[in-house]
């Protein structure tokens, strides 16, 4: 077994827990089943929302926290250097705290998951309840996934800042799983209603229409889970590499990229054709860039290495070292270029491609922006100068607009995709430059003195 898995298991079931786990499960599952009683439809819908209240909190939150917490236990412990030192390898380190840490959580989860799925099982068709079981089995391992890469991530930013690691990276992640999940249920209609409960307002079979095939809604959702949740656990095993002191290849990043624009553009409206899914791709593209250059830490000899390999022509060394929002940003570009060069439909309002262009170019002001505040002499305060950086460049536009009575201040400081666009490009062209030129100064000055936390 496992030898980090089975140390994780040891330390989580002991008997006292398991007792107290499954006194606490007792006594909620009697009382639900108390109310109840005697009528068998009522019954069955008071089981199915406990079972489901029950996974909620312990397959979402507290697997969630256990797994997130695992590295930062060790660190606070000061056992962590001693692990990465240890011969296990990342795999195994990975999968090994994710599901050994959350070990007692599980088994509430699942505890929770047989009784919810049982019981809705005798309001709906058996396959539907199935269905949500296996969906929310996904939504578990991806939260797990996302709480502990948010940890690994936060572990790694705060050793190149000189500080130590706080728990607020977990939450984070957990957040931005959420955001994630939120975002990916509004193109999920039918399924979305079906997977919060509210059985009788959407069939979970509402057909979905996926790069031109109708899919079932609920099959469909479920899938994607999956592979959502795969795809965050490779993130975390990624990143357990990188603490082990090993090197990672671009190449899952950019699959990774690849498959977040080919899902998101194949849930475009057909009828707006190929510009509508290369809109819908570069939207994702561009969100993962803003994700990418805050999550990767503030390290600026990797910068100048980078540079010094591309400056002399070593490729191959260069697209090891690269930024990791670099390769987002060169697929977003991309995916503008598309955008710009397809025709445009009868459907909606599409944008201009000189609207395109402009918005394009704020994302490289902003770039610019998040690399001026995060490479600065104190980079434990960058992220926060970044975020109201952005804020402020983006609702100055507003204040203006109140003080002229004008749409001056949007032209200006907002990348509105249909007024004005080629006052909008010209205004992006400008910040850009002057972002840029002021985080390569900083990134060519000297470097700044070490942070004495």
């Known amino acids: 077994m496992n030898p980090e898995f089975e140390r994780n298991l040891w330390l989580e079931l002991t008997p006292r827990r398991q007792v107290g786990l499954a006194l606490t499960l007792g006594l909620i599952l009697g009382a639900a089943w108390m109310l109840g009683h005697g009528e068998p439809h009522k019954l069955a819908a008071a089981m199915s929302a406990t079972g489901f209240a029950i996974y909620i909190a312990c397959g979402l939150i ?56 049982a019981a809705l099982a005798q309001l709906v068709d058996t396959s539907d309840a199935a269905l949500l079981v296996l969906g929310l089995l996904a939504m578990t391992v991806f939260f797990q996934a996302c709480a502990m890469g948010a940890a690994l991530v936060g572990v790694r930013k705060a050793r190149a800042e000189g500080r130590v690691a706080t728990g607020g990276a977990v939450l984070v992640g957990v957040l931005g799983g959420l955001f994630l999940l939120s975002s990916l249920s509004q193109h999920l209609p039918g399924a979305g209603r079906h997977w919060a409960g509210h059985m009788g307002q959407a069939s979970p079979h509402a057909p979905i229409n996926v790069w031109g095939q109708e899919i079932d809604g609920a099959l469909f959702a479920a899938a994607s889970a999956w592979l959502f949740a795969a795809w965050a656990v490779v993130g975390a095993w ?32 057909p009828l707006e054709g190929g510009l509508g899914r290369a809109l819908a791709g570069g939207v994702v ?105 952005l804020v402020l460049l983006y609702a100055v ?28 490009l010209v205004s992006g062209v400008v910040q850009a430059a002057a972002a840029w030129v002021l985080a390569s100064h900083r990134l060519t000055g000297p470097a700044p003195p070490p942070n004495p936390a």
């Open 62 to 117: 507290w697997t969630a926290r256990a797994a997130g917490g695992s590295v930062l236990e060790e660190i606070r412990g000061r056992t962590w250097d001693f692990q990465r030192l240890s011969a296990i390898s990342p795999w195994a380190m990975t999968w090994g705290k994710l599901f050994g840490a959350a070990g007692l959580a599980w088994i509430g989860a699942l505890v929770g998951l047989f009784v919810g799925g």
């Open 397 to 424: 536009g507003a204040v203006i607009d109140q003080t002229l009575g004008a749409r001056v201040g949007v032209v200006l400081f907002s990348p509105l995709l249909t007024y004005a666009p080629l006052s909008i």
């Open 238 to 269: 990624r990143l357990m590499r990188l603490e082990l002191q090993m090197k990672n290849s671009p190449w899952t990043w950019l699959a990774f990229l690849v498959f977040a624009a080919v899902w998101r553009a194949g849930l475009a409206n």
């Open 285 to 389: 593209l561009a969100g993962l860039t803003y994700a990418a250059a805050f999550v990767e830490p503030a390290d600026p000899v990797r910068l100048r290495r980078f540079w010094a390999a591309l400056h002399a022509g070593r490729l191959g060394e260069a697209v090891g070292g690269a930024p990791a929002a670099l390769f987002a940003l060169a697929l977003t570009v991309l995916a503008a270029i598309a955008a710009m060069a397809l025709p445009r439909g009868d459907v909606g309002q599409p944008p201009a491609p000189i609207a395109i262009l402009a918005a394009l170019v704020f994302l490289i002001r902003d770039l610019g922006v998040i690399t001026f505040f995060r490479f600065g002499p104190q980079p434990s305060r960058g992220d926060l100068s970044t975020v109201i950086a």
